[in-house]
């Protein structure tokens, strides 16, 4: 299985940037797709994430409104749309795939396998 995130960079506040996870390896709608996050100094935290068809999606509060997840199973391939980026949205962002049992994804979602990462960084 490979998960191959892009589209990071860097980018003042209050623009846009447009995160792909290209998956290969696995039946792509099979699997929820989770994004993730780390800041230097901080831990990982859940970004966002779509269940394999689609049909649930889940948000943390702080991406809610300015970020959105989407896939689109025929090309194997989720993506993260960031708008309003903040600096504090600077971080490494990965893309996670997991089993997707019940097309149901929440905070608890489980990943087994996890992309390299993208930076993303925001200037003031």
């Known amino acids: 299985v490979q998960l191959q995130a892009s589209g990071g960079g860097l980018v003042q506040a209050g623009g846009s940037l447009r995160l792909s996870c290209a998956a290969s390896g696995l039946t792509f709608r099979r699997h929820a797709m989770g994004w993730f996050r780390q800041a230097p100094g901080k831990e990982r935290e859940a970004v966002a994430a779509?269940?394999?068809?689609?049909?649930?999606?889940y948000y943390r509060k702080f991406a809610k409104g300015r970020f959105t997840i989407s896939r689109d199973n025929a090309k194997n391939t989720a993506y993260l749309q960031l708008n309003s980026l903040k600096p504090e949205d600077t971080a490494v962002y990965y893309c996670?795939?997991?089993?997707?049992?019940?097309?149901?994804?929440?905070?608890?979602?489980?990943?087994?396998?996890w992309g390299q990462g993208t930076q993303v960084t925001v200037s003031s």
């Open positions: 779509i269940s394999g068809s689609g049909r649930s999606i």
């Open positions: 996670a795939a997991g089993v997707d049992e019940n097309d149901y994804v929440d905070f608890h979602s489980s990943y087994n396998h």
